[in-house]
């Protein structure tokens, strides 16, 4: 009997350009990176992380902080639509309905304003870290 494939995981080479000096090692694994956006995205929005990732819809302000969360794995990590629905257990279709929604989003200020906090901190959350790199310069 052959041995059970692994599965594949979507690709990182997005990450890998963003992060050049981490091509050796490469970045950590996607489903862990996913967990940090979305208890980040939990914590602005003032839901429970636990919530995002349930298969329903759930409530409003659910749904609307997953669909954010969705948005940014696709924006920050640079995944393209079919691999943040694996990451999510979502079709693309979905992902790209919540990428759509939440530009509409945008043209709100004050939420454009929180989107663009959150894509700027998110890549030094994700970022990996090393015991080689110095702490000082």
């Given amino acids: 009997m052959p041995a059970a494939r692994p599965e594949m995981e979507p690709s990182t080479e997005p990450f890998r350009s963003v992060h050049p000096g981490l091509t050796a090692a490469g970045p950590p694994p996607l489903a862990p990176r996913r967990k940090l956006i979305e208890s980040t995205v939990a914590q602005v929005f003032g839901v429970h992380a636990r919530e995002l990732r349930r298969l329903s819809r759930g409530r409003a302000d659910v749904a609307q902080a997953r669909q954010v969360a969705m948005y ?11 691999e ?11 992902v790209a309905h919540a990428c759509t929604v939440v530009e509409d989003l945008r043209d709100n200020t004050v939420f454009d304003r929180v989107l663009e906090l959150l894509e700027s901190i998110l890549p030094a959350i994700l970022a990996p870290r090393s015991s080689d790199l110095p702490l000082w310069n």
């Fill in 72 to 82: 940014l794995t696709h924006v920050v990590l640079g995944l393209s639509l079919s």
């Fill in 84 to 94: 943040t629905g694996e990451l999510f257990r979502r079709d693309r279709t979905t």
